[in-house]
C-alpha cells in the first residue's frame, strides 16, 4: 500500500471512530433521560436496564432508589423480585426434562401425578404451561394462597373445586397449573424444583445473585417492593405514593413466583439460553416460544400487546418486531425480539409501573424504525396515510 494510501485511511478512521463513540454514547444518554422521563411520570422508585445485542450485554444501568425509606440508591447489585418471569424458568426446566425423554409436553399430567380429579386427568403439561387448562386457581381474589399458604390445605381445597372452562378452550391466567408443574418436575428430576433450577439455569448462566425468595427471606442488597394500590373497604384505591408492599411466596408456590434476580444476572440467563446453554435442541426453543393455539384455533394472551401465551412466556405476536415477553407483578419485563437479535430487561420495584408498556420505546433506540414517532405501532392503513402525508 502506498503512503498517501495509508494516511488517508488513517484519516479516515480518526473522524469515523470518534464519530461512531460519539453517537454510541448520544444513544446510551437519551435512553438515560427517557428512562428517568418515564420514572418520574411512573412514580417508580427503582429500576434496573439491561440491552443485549449480538450475544452481549451493551448496555445496563441503575436508577433511582433500592429503598425509599432508607435513601438507598439502585446498584447493579440491588436486587430485584421477577415475579412470574419465575414461570419462564419453569418452562425452560419442563423443555429440560423433555429433551431428556422424561416427559413431553403434550402429555396429560396425569401420567406424571397421581390423586387427580376425574376432571383433571385429561388436561396436558403444554395446557397448564399456557394457561389454557380451566383449571380453578389456587389464590382467592385477593392473590393470597388457599389454605392460608399451606400446601396440603391448598392443594385439597383446590381440588374440590369446579373446573372453570374446558381446556383449550380460552387463555385465563392461573396459578395452579404452575404448582403441579413443580409438583411433575419433583417426581422426574428426583429433586426440589428450586434446586432443579439452581443446578440446571441459575449456576451455568452466571446467576450467582439469583436466589428464590420473598419478603420473608433476608436478601442482601435487595430493592424492595413498592406499591401504589392498597385495599380499603374491599376495594382497591390506587394512591399517588408508593407504599409498602409485601409479597407472600409460599415454597410449594414458587413455580407461579418467587425468584430475585438483577438485570445483569437476568441478561446473562437469556444470552445462555440463546446460545444453546440451557436448551441443547433449537426445536426446544422454537416450541417453547411458540403461543398455544386454543380450540377455535386463535390464541389467547393478557392484552393486545401480550397477545398470545407460550410455555411461561407471554408473546408479543405481531408482523413487525415479533417478542416472547416474560411480564412479572406488574412490575418487571423482559423482551426478547426473536427477529431482531435484541433483548431488553427492566426490573423495577414498584408493582403496576408497567414496564412492557414502554420497552417497544427502548428498542426504538436501537432500531429505528421501532419509534413510536415513525409510526410504530399504528394500524397498517394509518401508517401508509401517515408516510403519504
Not at 422521563?37 to 452481549?56: D, F, H, Y
Request: net charge neutral; no cysteine; glycine share 8%.
Amino acid at each position: 500500500m502506498k503512503p498517501r494510501q495509508t494516511l488517508s485511511i488513517l484519516l479516515l478512521l480518526a473522524l469515523f471512530i470518534p464519530a461512531f463513540a460519539q453517537g454510541q454514547q448520544l444513544t446510551s444518554d437519551s435512553i438515560d433521560v427517557f428512562i428517568k422521563t418515564k420514572m418520574q411520570e411512573r412514580n417508580i422508585p427503582g429500576l434496573q436496564l439491561a440491552v443485549i445485542r449480538q450475544g452481549n450485554i451493551v448496555k445496563k444501568n441503575s436508577y433511582g432508589l433500592a429503598s425509599l425509606e432508607h435513601a438507598i440508591p439502585a446498584t447493579d447489585q440491588s436486587m430485584f423480585a421477577i415475579n412470574s418471569i419465575t414461570k419462564a424458568f419453569v418452562g425452560v426446566a419442563i423443555m429440560q426434562l423433555a429433551e431428556e425423554e422424561k416427559l413431553k409436553v403434550n402429555d396429560p399430567i396425569s401420567m406424571y401425578l397421581d390423586s387427580l380429579p376425574d376432571s383433571w386427568k385429561g388436561i396436558t403439561v403444554k395446557q397448564v404451561l399456557t394457561h389454557t387448562s380451566g383449571l380453578p386457581d389456587i389464590i382467592d381474589a385477593k392473590e393470597d394462597v388457599l389454605g392460608d399458604g399451606d400446601e396440603f390445605k391448598a392443594w385439597e381445597a383446590v381440588k374440590t373445586l369446579p373446573l372453570e372452562f374446558k381446556a383449550g378452550e380460552k387463555f385465563s391466567y392461573n396459578q395452579t397449573g404452575y404448582v403441579i408443574l413443580g409438583k411433575i418436575i419433583n417426581k422426574l428430576s428426583g429433586m426440589h424444583f428450586t434446586k432443579f433450577i439452581e443446578d440446571r439455569q441459575f449456576s451455568i448462566a452466571d446467576m450467582k445473585l439469583t436466589r428464590f425468595a420473598d419478603s420473608y427471606d433476608v436478601v442482601s442488597n435487595t430493592a424492595g417492593a413498592y406499591t401504589l394500590f392498597k385495599v380499603v373497604n374491599g376495594q382497591w384505591i390506587k394512591n399517588k405514593q408508593p407504599g409498602i408492599a409485601y409479597m407472600r411466596f409460599p415454597v410449594f408456590y414458587r413455580t407461579a413466583a418467587g425468584i430475585m434476580s438483577t438485570a445483569n444476572e437476568m441478561a446473562n440467563w437469556i444470552i445462555a439460553l440463546q446460545n444453546g446453554k440451557l436448551l441443547k435442541q433449537r426445536s426446544s426453543i422454537e416450541t417453547l416460544w411458540n403461543p398455544a393455539i386454543l380450540n377455535n384455533g386463535k390464541i389467547g394472551g393478557f392484552n393486545q400487546l401480550t397477545n398470545g401465551y407460550a410455555l411461561g412466556w407471554p408473546t408479543v405476536t405481531r408482523e413487525e418486531h415479533p417478542a416472547v415477553a416474560p411480564v412479572g407483578g406488574g412490575r418487571s419485563a423482559l423482551f426478547v425480539y426473536t427477529k431482531d437479535d435484541l433483548s431488553i430487561i427492566v426490573l423495577t420495584n414498584l408493582m403496576g409501573s408497567g414496564p412492557e408498556g414502554f420497552i417497544d420505546e427502548v428498542a426504538g433506540f436501537y432500531i429505528t424504525e421501532m419509534h413510536a414517532a415513525n409510526g410504530f405501532g399504528l394500524a397498517p392503513a394509518v401508517k401508509k396515510l401517515r408516510a403519504e402525508l
